[in-house]
């Protein structure tokens, strides 16, 4: 019923900047949150950014000051600016969301396919 795509990710050189954008399409009644994962290949994901129904944002320690992630309800679409990239920033970049499909749906996670992003010279 819920469908995320990622778009944005790529490869840039350290200190470069990207955004990152996760478009929700299908049926959606309510979002409590948004948020980026990252995977590293031999690394358990962790939680990047993430953003509440409210406006409320939280980052990861690694990048608090560098990233921001941002939202546009009307399009069902949240963002991840990316700055001043680091080459340990280099992962594979999850968009997930905490969404209810449906009126008489429950809350569920919905997680995207997935954009590389390499950070490297």
Do not use: H
């Not at 921001?68 to 999850?94: C, F």
């Not at 569920?108 to 950070?119: D, H, L, N, S």
């Amino acid at each position: 019923q819920v469908q995320l795509v990622e778009s944005g990710g790529g490869l840039v050189q350290p200190g470069g900047s990207l955004r990152l954008s996760c478009a929700a399409s299908g049926s959606i009644f309510r979002t409590y949150n948004m948020g980026w994962y990252r995977q590293a290949p031999g690394q358990q994901r962790e939680l990047v950014a993430i953003i509440t129904n409210e406006g409320i944002t939280n980052y990861a320690d690694s990048v608090k000051g560098r990233f921001a992630i941002s939202g546009d309800d009307a399009k069902n679409t949240v963002y991840l600016q990316m700055n001043t990239l680091k080459p340990e920033d280099t992962a594979a970049y999850y968009c997930q969301g905490t969404i209810v499909a449906t009126v008489s749906s429950p809350v569920r996670a919905y997680w995207g396919q997935g954009t590389q992003v390499t950070v490297s010279s």
